[in-house]
């Protein structure tokens, strides 16, 4: 299984930037997927999944109402669309396989098991 993000650079605040995953190897549309970030000096957190089904959908609280998270099977592409983006925002932004998604786990990085390489946000203010 490989994950490739795509879609990072600058933004100012109050903006929008839309992040991509394409999953490669196995069975995409079976994968549960979820994206993270980690911002310098911090541990690594949870933003949003999304379920192989779609149907169900998690967001941080931190970015609930301003990210939307959404795949599309025939490009086998998690999107996490980023609005109201603010400088707090800035951070390596990862996707990831989750193997569990119960709603006790499924915001913490050992339920994941395979991850993209990270790519860079950088919200100005």
């Known amino acids: 299984v490989q994950l490739t993000e795509s879609g990072g650079g600058s933004v100012q605040a109050g903006g929008s930037r839309n992040l991509s995953c394409t999953a490669s190897?196995?069975?995409?549309?079976?994968?549960?997927m979820g994206w993270f970030r980690q911002a310098p000096g911090k541990e690594r957190e949870f933003v949003a999944l999304?379920?192989?089904?779609?149907?169900?959908?998690d967001y941080a609280d931190s970015v609930k109402g301003r990210f939307i998270i959404s795949r599309e099977y025939a490009k086998n592409t998690v999107y996490l669309q980023m609005s109201s983006l603010k400088a707090e925002d800035t951070a390596v932004y990862y996707c990831?396989?989750?193997?569990?998604?119960?709603?006790?786990?499924?915001?913490?990085?050992?339920?994941?098991?395979?991850w993209g390489q990270g790519i860079q946000v950088t919200v100005s203010s």
């Open positions: 190897g196995g069975t995409p549309s079976t994968y549960n």
């Open positions: 999304i379920s192989r089904s779609g149907n169900i959908k």
């Open positions: 990831a396989r989750a193997k569990e998604i119960r709603s006790e786990v499924r915001r913490k990085i050992e339920s994941y098991d395979y």
